[in-house]
T-cell receptor, first 113, second 114 residues
Framework: KAGVTQTPRYLIKTRGQQVTLSCSPISGHRSVSWYQQTPGQGLQFLFEYFSETQRNKGNFPGRFSGRQFSNSRSEMNVSTLELGDSALYLC????????????FGSGTRLTVV | GEDVEQSLFLSVREGDSSVINCTYTDSSSTYLYWYKQEPGAGLQLLTYIFSNMDMKQDQRLTVLLNKKDKHLSLRIADTQTGDSAIYFCAESIEYGGSQGNLIFGKGTKLSVKP
């Protein structure tokens, strides 16, 4: 059974640009969540999607957005990139909302220069 | 607000037991989790415990939950060098009548010396 797939694995962008990250959940999983991991702030929740609807949102500025498609794949977008957006972005999926743990992907390492 | 605290470092000798401790603040947490992260990798779910349990054992892993003190611990028996990693404690916050997002601690870096 394939795990959670995140693409790309690494990304380098310039300040002011925008970026789109992709996440393919485990087959049959309908909930997808996104987390940002930085050395200073640790792991912080960005948002959760379930059946194409944003179910919950963390405390991030509106530059961070996401969406989920009918096949449960999800994308997150960050506009007007800042140096502080450099982080590991992790996607996690579960069969339903919050059921007994999420399976995480390997993440996308975003570097903003 | 919700907060999860854990010590940042733990060093043990191969073959010894490791105990990683965590405290959390949200008494409505339904599930509490332990995740493992190896360098360059995502998070691997090790085990979880439902809030109405006080202990769960899974092979070399034992989770103890003291709900009164909001204290969670992970014991790894016969620790091996392959157990060297960062271990995250996380609580699941109730949202909309079901489980919501995870609140993570900062992680405990476990170093296992041969």
């Amino acid at each position: 059974k394939a795990g959670v797939t995140q693409t790309p694995r690494y990304l380098i962008k310039t300040r002011g640009q925008q970026v789109t990250l992709s996440c393919s959940p485990i087959s049959g999983h309908r909930s997808v969540s996104w987390y940002q991991q930085t050395p200073g702030q640790g792991l912080q929740f960005l948002f959760e999607y379930f059946s194409e609807t944003q179910r919950n949102k963390g405390n991030f500025p509106g530059r961070f957005s996401g969406r989920q498609f009918s096949n449960s794949r999800s994308e997150m977008n960050v506009s007007t990139l800042e140096l502080g957006d450099s982080a590991l972005y992790l996607c996690a999926s579960s069969f339903s909302t919050g059921t007994r743990g999420y399976t995480f992907g390997s993440g996308t390492r975003l570097t903003v220069v | 607000g919700e907060d999860v605290e854990q010590s940042l470092f733990l060093s043990v000798r191969e073959g010894d037991s490791s105990v990683i401790n965590c405290t959390y603040t949200d008494s409505s947490s339904t599930y509490l989790y332990w995740y493992k992260q190896e360098p360059g990798a995502g998070l691997q779910l090790l085990t979880y415990i439902f809030s109405n349990m006080d202990m769960k054992q899974d092979q070399r892993l034992t989770v103890l939950l003291n709900k009164k003190d909001k204290h969670l611990s992970l014991r790894i028996a016969d620790t091996q060098t392959g157990d060297s990693a960062i271990y995250f404690c996380a609580e699941s916050i109730e949202y909309g009548g079901s489980q919501g997002n995870l609140i993570f601690g900062k992680g405990t870096k476990l170093s296992v010396k041969p």
